[in-house]
């Protein structure tokens, strides 16, 4: 997607979100009898969650490629790669892309919506203590990161097991 940057898709899932909402508001006025409209809010929650993912791997992915050798951040510093990868680091002119190709294909199977995984993987990009940053006290740390972990945890009953209640 040209033109876009972390924050403008950030808008884009957000923006849907928030068209979800319209869309069951208008509806719920015309009461409709039979049908379920929770779908509509469900999808919002995705669409919310999402934005929080993509923004954290378009983030990281457009930071690492700025370092250089001499540069890394730390974690980035022991980013292991397939010795077979060394070729194209040898031959690319522009290393930072390299670096940024790498990490984007890490992350790709990673989901970035905890907040341990987002902080884990933002040191890639030399982001440290996003969470204290923050949130600086730590009794409302705690509580800010309670709810993102309640969001998360219902966007997964919602993606991955179909907002239905498992039979185990």
Sequence with gaps: MAGHSAKTLFDKNI?????????????????????????ILRAAIVFVVSAVDTYFHDKIKYRVGKYSLQNLPPTLAKFEIAISNIASWEKAERKGNVLRNWVTEYL???????????ADALKLAAIESL??????????????????????????QIAHEGDREQSR
């Design 108 to 118: 790709a199977t990673k989901p970035l919506q905890s907040p341990e995984k987002i």
């Design 131 to 156: 969470w204290a940053t923050i949130e600086p006290d730590n009794e409302s740390r705690k509580k800010l990161l309670d709810r993102f972990n309640a969001l998360i945890q219902r966007r997964n």
């Design 15 to 39: 923006e849907s979100a928030e068209h979800c909402l319209t869309l069951y508001d208008g509806v719920s006025k015309l009461n409709p009898k039979g049908i379920d409209l929770d779908w």
